[in-house]
């Protein structure tokens, strides 16, 4: 909008506060993705029409219709619609025509245009926000700007001007005119070695990054384009940090970036930790995704999403693609470590060890050992893993019981371990089902259900109603919480009440003298209570997370 525009007080034929609302107002509208009447605008306050080129950028600022509104960072799609259509609805912006608007983010919004002076096409990114951008929001877009513009490198986009268009901040920079690693992996997995290829370059890039002292943070299929010939450019520094600045625009424990590209430490918010070998992390998330035609990691919600790159380890590749070279997953999996010291110590030696696999050369990347292997795996199935593993001590515990301790009947002995092996064979296909996608939130209930009443037999066949086996039913309400589903912690919950309570009433019907009926009686609330707890947390978990969800990023 023109300087002068907001300096008409000095003409005394406009009060000032209606038109300074008025505007407000179209900027308002504009910033909550609504499209506002200008010409309801125009009609009460005709005297703006010599500023109409600029109303006329405001309103191309306004999401289309076909927009994603939640878009996290921006892309440069190839140019579409006929050329007439094109130069019909070009934008005077200073030495610069706006031809069309090609990508919107949480930040900016992205045209393509033609710099007049030197005819040649451009991207111009202004701050979506206009002048409502508040102070932290211009900092990080300059942050953006400066970052870019101190990059000189083949693969990367490069930025020639900045600075304001009546009062409009803005940056132009390189048009690659192609599409974008994102179109490219949706067409389904690459060949091992046009992934490979095409990784190494981007590492190498990426490598120039580090060494002009700036992460990425938010390296994803969408911030690599293509141009015609199939060459990557690295684009959208919005997130990028630099090293040696001691100003952090993000606040610790603030989680900015794309959770399915993330790197561990970037999604638990420790800003001090996020270095070059997070965007190693995130180089290793994208040659995943190009590999087996999916990222590592990508569930219902962020939240979800969040909690698996945090604690669980990605599906084998070679069993989403069996065409996948051992040597190229094992590159991918050391990208992907969970500790930065076990990844590749700069984008450099990961670009190095891609180019020893295209050479055919033996590759840096090792494969686990057996310790690794068995962390691996518990970290892919952790439902599993952990029942497995308890299982397994109550199996050790119950033989040494039979064997050291007081004598109990081989019959008795038997009916425990045979419980014992069922429950293991049933987490086994609960787990089978989950991995396979069969009706997921059924098998979740079926699971909870089935740990709730084998672990009712056991205490009813051991007859060990006052027994530490007890213990077992909080231990399974608390861990129902690991879901981060509010329902199954309510079944699971009313599943241990009602079993605990046909305990009781089992034992009164044989005769069995119930002692302590005051404590039976807290057991069952504090059952309940629990229950009522863990719901509640996760019910506010999944509350914040929905809020945030609907945040444009930091």
């Known amino acids: 909008m023109p300087a002068e525009a907001m300096s008409m007080p000095d003409d005394p034929t406009l009060p000032p506060d209606p038109l300074m609302a008025a505007l407000d107002s179209y900027?308002?509208?504009?910033?909550?993705?609504?499209?506002?009447?200008?010409?309801?605008?125009?009609?009460?306050?005709?005297?703006?029409?010599?500023?109409?080129?600029?109303?006329?950028?405001?309103?191309?600022?306004?999401?289309?219709?076909?927009?994603?509104?939640?878009?996290?960072?921006?892309?440069?799609?190839?140019?579409?619609?006929?050329?007439?259509?094109?130069?019909?609805?070009?934008?005077?912006?200073?030495?610069?025509?706006?031809?069309?608007?090609?990508?919107?983010?949480?930040?900016?919004?992205?045209?393509?245009?033609?710099?007049?002076?030197?005819?040649?096409?451009?991207?111009?990114?202004?701050?979506?926000?206009?002048?409502?951008?508040?102070?932290?929001?211009?900092r990080r877009f300059e942050t953006e700007a400066r970052a870019a513009a101190r990059l000189?490198?083949?693969?990367?986009?490069?930025?020639?001007?900045?600075?304001?268009?009546?009062?409009?901040?803005?940056?132009?920079?390189?048009?690659?005119?192609?599409?974008?690693?994102?179109?490219?992996?949706?067409?389904?997995?690459?060949?091992?070695?046009?992934?490979?290829?095409?990784?190494?370059?981007?590492?190498?890039?990426?490598?120039?990054?580090?060494?002009?002292?700036?992460?990425?943070?938010?390296?994803k299929p969408s911030n690599i384009l293509l141009d015609e010939k199939g060459q990557p450019f690295v684009t959208d520094f919005g997130l990028a940090k630099l090293m040696e600045s001691q100003t952090q625009f993000t606040q610790s424990g603030v989680i900015a970036g794309t959770p399915s590209y993330m790197a561990p430490e970037q999604a638990a918010g420790q800003i001090a930790r996020i270095g070059p070998l997070s965007d190693v992390y995130s180089l290793g998330a994208i040659l995943y995704e190009l590999l087996a035609g999916r990222p590592p990691f990508r569930e219902a919600s962020p939240l979800d999403t969040l909690v698996r790159v945090l604690e669980s380890e990605p599906s084998s590749i070679r069993n989403l693609n069996p065409r996948?070279?051992?040597?190229?997953?094992?590159?991918?999996?050391?990208?992907?470590?969970?500790?930065?010291?076990?990844?590749?110590?700069?984008?450099?030696a990961l670009a190095d060890d891609l180019d020893r696999f295209l050479r055919g050369e033996v590759v840096e990347a090792q494969p686990p050992g057996a310790w690794q292997s068995v962390r691996r795996w518990a970290r892919r199935q952790?439902?599993?893993?952990?029942?497995?593993?308890?299982?397994?001590?109550?199996?050790?515990?119950?033989?040494?019981?039979?064997?050291?301790?007081?004598?109990?009947?081989?019959?008795?002995?038997?009916?425990?371990?045979?419980?014992?092996?069922?429950?293991?064979?049933?987490?086994?296909?609960?787990?089978?089902?989950?991995n396979r996608q069969c009706h997921a939130q059924l098998t979740r209930v079926a699971w909870a259900a089935a740990d709730v009443l084998l672990l009712t037999a056991i205490v009813r066949v051991d007859d060990a109603l006052l027994s530490p086996l007890v213990i077992g039913y909080p231990f399974l309400i608390a861990a129902s919480g690991l879901w981060f589903q509010e329902r199954l912690v309510w079944v699971t919950t009313a599943l241990s009440?009602?079993?605990?309570?046909?305990?009781?009433?089992?034992?009164?019907?044989?005769?069995?003298?119930?002692?302590?009926?005051?404590?039976?009686?807290?057991?069952?609330?504090?059952?309940?209570v629990l229950g009522f707890v863990v719901a509640h947390q996760v019910y506010r978990v999944r509350a914040l997370s929905r809020y945030y969800e609907r945040r444009p990023l930091p």
Request: with cysteine; aromatic share 6%; hydrophobic share 45%.
């Open 152 to 219: 000189q490198h083949p693969h990367i986009v490069r930025v020639y001007d900045a600075g304001q268009v009546h009062g409009q901040h803005y940056f132009a920079m390189e048009y690659v005119a192609g599409s974008s690693l994102a179109e490219l992996a949706r067409r389904g997995p690459l060949e091992a070695e046009t992934a490979a290829r095409l990784m190494s370059t981007v590492a190498r890039a990426v490598d120039h990054l580090h060494r002009q002292g700036i992460v990425h943070r938010d390296l």
């Open 324 to 348: 996948v070279p051992r040597e190229l997953e094992r590159i991918c999996y050391r990208c992907l470590e969970k500790t930065p010291e076990a990844r590749y110590p700069s984008a450099a």
């Open 27 to 138: 900027m308002a509208a504009l910033q909550s993705g609504r499209r506002p009447d200008r010409q309801h605008l125009l009609a009460r306050h005709p005297e703006l029409a010599p500023v109409l080129d600029a109303l006329e950028a405001l309103e191309r600022m306004a999401p289309a219709s076909n927009a994603d509104p939640d878009a996290e960072t921006v892309t440069f799609p190839s140019s579409h619609g006929s050329p007439a259509a094109r130069e019909s609805s070009t934008t005077e912006f200073g030495r610069y025509e706006l031809l069309e608007e090609i990508g919107r983010g949480g930040m900016g919004v992205v045209y393509r245009a033609r710099q007049k002076n030197l005819d040649r096409i451009v991207a111009i990114k202004v701050v979506l926000a206009g002048h409502l951008a508040s102070p932290e929001e211009l």
């Open 497 to 528: 009440v009602a079993a605990y309570a046909s305990l009781l009433l089992d034992a009164y019907r044989r005769g069995v003298p119930l002692m302590f009926v005051n404590w039976h009686v807290i057991f069952v609330i504090v059952l309940a």
């Open 382 to 434: 952790p439902a599993l893993a952990s029942r497995l593993g308890g299982l397994a001590v109550c199996a050790a515990v119950a033989q040494a019981n039979y064997h050291l301790t007081h004598p109990v009947s081989l019959g008795l002995h038997l009916g425990i371990m045979g419980i014992i092996a069922l429950w293991a064979l049933v987490s086994v296909g609960c787990q089978w089902l989950l």
